[in-house]
């Protein structure tokens, strides 16, 4: 016979057990043919010139292109969420490709169920395409977790780019509005960064309300996705109803800040895009 | 008769930074007929928010029980809850002054409920979640406010708070108990999909009504240590106001 002071215990089982709140992670990356630009390491000049869309490419082999930065930053990413204790449940990365068109090429789910993406190199940079994507996705994603009951942050956007968009005007200007509200609403933290000498960073900036965005310095991607993995650990740390604070002052180590407004580069501030 | 056991567990989260519990909880029995029930969570971004918690969660107490009659029977609901929040602004006031702090350094949410003779009253800011256990049904009567996000709620000190402040009133009649819990204690106890609590919360509930309070209380800190903190880092509150069985008034 159960004893009353029986229906005091509380085991494991008699609690809800998808308590974990989660954080989405949009990865929209530009993977046009610029992002196959050498940018250092051991390479030998063909001896061919290339002109593409009025830019003079001088074709290499050997060296290390910005792509494999970049996926050297993703994989180190993914590899740091699976090793931290509380984010390798909390953090659920998607990821947006775009170059002719937007491609989702790993969508959401627990980091356990996911493999490092592998990324593709194309041609063009449909950026308006990419954003959109992404932002539909991260609105799915939200409606999965209020329908299952699952809690979850304010979403983040990392927007990252070489270039200018060149897709369709339109889908760029409808996927600058769309961002620009979410983050004026507060529903969306965005990271338009900027990657190497050519990259648009007018229209970068044009992403956020304050007209902001990121010049990552070098090609210091690694640098960025540990910030990134530590601003997820600590998110994911943080308690029910605790403003989430991030350490911005640590952004300045791998990035400058770029403002519209006076169109110059300088140290980054203490505060978000 | 009416009786309260309360529970206050320190999370996981601020053991480890240091810093102290921000859950607060406070119970006022005012023989012969008023049995007032608070518990307030501190925001865990305001840096006294455990002051004003505990300022909060007293004030509620003395207020209802001072006005009980007078507020249930006022129509206008409205001047009830400004009034309500201008008694907890001015006390925050005051702590803020006397802490050297702004107001919002002060900033917790805020349950209530007082019973007296026949009737209740229940106040609620914020998050956390609000029972009520009606001819042996539990249902949920005040929900977490929440924004869409986990880390966004209203507190006392909030600007738009007398938008968010809800007030319910009623006669008791075949209600035997209430429950109230912080967001912390919510995370393993309520379900957010069907806005339902966990069978637990009925289990606690009935041995409430069996034992006295400090064995209740005992046997629930225990038990919120070994399992509850387990699940969340937040820091976890409870209280269980039950009427006492085979009590016919």
């Given at each position: 016979?159960?004893?009353?002071?029986?229906?005091?215990?509380?085991?494991?089982?008699?609690?809800?057990?998808?308590?974990?709140?989660?954080?989405?992670?949009?990865?929209?990356?530009?993977?046009?043919?610029?992002?196959?630009?050498?940018?250092?390491?051991?390479?030998?000049?063909?001896?061919?010139?290339?002109?593409?869309?009025?830019?003079?490419?001088?074709?290499?082999?050997?060296?290390?292109?910005?792509?494999?930065?970049l996926?050297?930053?993703?994989?180190?990413?993914?590899?740091?969420?699976?090793?931290?204790?509380?984010?390798?449940?909390?953090?659920?990365?998607?990821?947006?490709?775009?170059?002719?068109?937007?491609?989702?090429?790993?969508?959401?789910?627990?980091?356990?169920?996911?493999?490092?993406?592998?990324?593709?190199?194309?041609?063009?940079?449909?950026?308006?395409?990419?954003?959109?994507?992404?932002?539909?996705?991260?609105?799915?994603?939200?409606?999965?977790?209020?329908?299952?009951?699952?809690?979850?942050?304010?979403?983040?956007?990392?927007?990252?780019?070489?270039?200018?968009?060149?897709?369709?005007?339109?889908?760029?200007?409808?996927?600058?509005?769309?961002?620009?509200?979410?983050?004026?609403?507060?529903?969306?933290?965005?990271?338009?960064?900027?990657?190497?000498?050519t990259?648009?960073?007018?229209?970068?900036?044009?992403?956020?309300?304050?007209?902001?965005?990121?010049?990552?310095?070098?090609?210091?991607?690694?640098?960025?996705?540990?910030?990134l993995?530590?601003?997820?650990?600590?998110?994911?740390?943080?308690?029910?109803?605790?403003?989430?604070?991030?350490?911005?002052?640590?952004?300045?180590?791998?990035?400058?800040?770029?403002?519209?407004?006076?169109?110059?580069?300088?140290?980054?501030?203490?505060?978000?895009? | 008769?009416?009786?309260?056991?309360?529970?206050?567990?320190?999370?996981?989260?601020?053991k480890?930074?240091?810093?102290?519990?921000?859950?607060?909880?406070?119970?006022?029995?005012?023989?012969?007929?008023c049995?007032?029930?608070?518990?307030?969570?501190?925001?865990?971004?305001?840096?006294?928010?455990?002051?004003?918690?505990?300022?909060?969660?007293?004030?509620?107490?003395?207020?209802?029980?001072?006005?009980?009659?007078?507020?249930?029977a006022?129509?206008?609901?409205?001047?009830?809850?400004?009034?309500?929040?201008?008694?907890?602004?001015?006390?925050?006031?005051?702590?803020?002054?006397?802490?050297?702090?702004?107001?919002?350094?002060?900033?917790?949410?805020?349950?209530?409920v007082?019973?007296?003779?026949?009737?209740?009253?229940?106040?609620?800011?914020?998050?956390?979640?609000?029972?009520?256990?009606d001819?042996?049904?539990?249902?949920?009567?005040?929900?977490?406010?929440?924004?869409e996000?986990?880390?966004?709620?209203?507190?006392?000190?909030?600007?738009?708070?007398?938008?968010?402040?809800?007030l319910?009133?009623?006669?008791?009649?075949?209600?035997?108990?209430?429950?109230?819990?912080?967001?912390?204690?919510?995370?393993?106890?309520?379900?957010?999909?069907?806005?339902?609590?966990?069978?637990?919360?009925?289990?606690?509930?009935?041995?409430?009504?069996l034992?006295?309070?400090?064995e209740?209380?005992a046997?629930?800190?225990?038990?919120?240590?070994?399992?509850?903190?387990?699940?969340?880092?937040?820091?976890?509150?409870?209280?269980?106001?039950?009427?006492?069985?085979?009590?016919?008034?």
């Amino acid at each position: 016979m159960e004893k009353i002071s029986d229906l005091l215990k509380i085991r494991r089982e008699d609690l809800r057990n998808d308590g974990t709140p989660r954080v989405a992670i949009c990865l929209c990356l530009d993977v046009s043919g610029s992002m196959s630009v050498v940018e250092f390491g051991d390479f030998k000049k063909t001896g061919n010139v290339v002109v593409k869309d009025g830019k003079k490419y001088i074709p290499v082999t050997g060296g290390v292109t910005r792509m494999d930065e970049l996926q050297r930053g993703i994989e180190a990413f993914y590899e740091e969420i699976r090793n931290d204790a509380k984010a390798q449940y909390s953090a659920e990365i998607c990821v947006v490709a775009f170059s002719d068109t937007a491609e989702c090429i790993s969508d959401f789910a627990n980091i356990y169920r996911q493999e490092t993406p592998h990324l593709k190199l194309g041609d063009m940079t449909a950026m308006g395409e990419g954003v959109n994507m992404a932002l539909d996705l991260l609105e799915q994603r939200k409606k999965e977790y209020k329908s299952v009951g699952v809690d979850y942050y304010q979403p983040w956007l990392v927007l990252m780019t070489d270039g200018a968009p060149n897709g369709d005007p339109n889908e760029l200007e409808r996927a600058i509005a769309r961002t620009t509200q979410l983050v004026s609403e507060k529903k969306l933290t965005i990271f338009p960064i900027g990657v190497g000498e050519t990259a648009n960073l007018e229209t970068l900036a044009r992403f956020t309300p304050k007209h902001h965005a990121i010049k990552l310095e070098k090609l210091r991607f690694k640098e960025f996705f540990e910030w990134l993995s530590e601003s997820v650990e600590k998110t994911s740390q943080s308690i029910v109803g605790e403003k989430v604070e991030l350490n911005t002052k640590a952004i300045s180590q791998w990035g400058s800040k770029y403002s519209a407004e006076t169109k110059e580069l300088e140290p980054w501030p203490d505060e978000l895009p | 008769m009416w009786k309260a056991a309360q529970v206050t567990v320190q999370g996981r989260g601020h053991k480890i930074a240091d810093k102290p519990c921000q859950d607060k909880t406070y119970i006022l029995d005012s023989p012969p007929d008023c049995f007032v029930v608070s518990l307030a969570d501190g925001a865990g971004s305001a840096e006294y928010s455990e002051l004003g918690a505990q300022c909060v969660t007293q004030k509620i107490c003395r207020v209802l029980n001072e006005n009980f009659t007078r507020y249930f029977a006022t129509e206008e609901s409205g001047s009830v809850a400004e009034e309500i929040l201008s008694f907890l602004v001015e006390d925050l006031k005051n702590l803020a002054a006397e802490t050297d702090c702004e107001i919002r350094a002060l900033a917790s949410t805020l349950l209530a409920v007082a019973v007296k003779g026949k009737q209740f009253i229940g106040v609620h800011i914020g998050d956390g979640v609000i029972g009520v256990l009606d001819e042996n049904f539990l249902a949920v009567m005040s929900h977490p406010d929440n924004g869409e996000f986990i880390n966004e709620t209203i507190f006392v000190t909030s600007s738009n708070a007398i938008s968010h402040l809800r007030l319910y009133k009623g006669e008791l009649e075949e209600i035997s108990a209430f429950v109230l819990m912080s967001d912390g204690t919510a995370e393993g106890m309520y379900q957010r999909d069907t806005q339902n609590f966990m069978p637990i919360v009925e289990k606690l509930i009935r041995a409430a009504k069996l034992l006295p309070p400090h064995e209740v209380e005992a046997e629930l800190k225990a038990n919120f240590q070994e399992t509850l903190c387990k699940v969340t880092a937040d820091d976890c509150s409870l209280i269980l106001l039950v009427k006492e069985p085979y009590d016919s008034e």
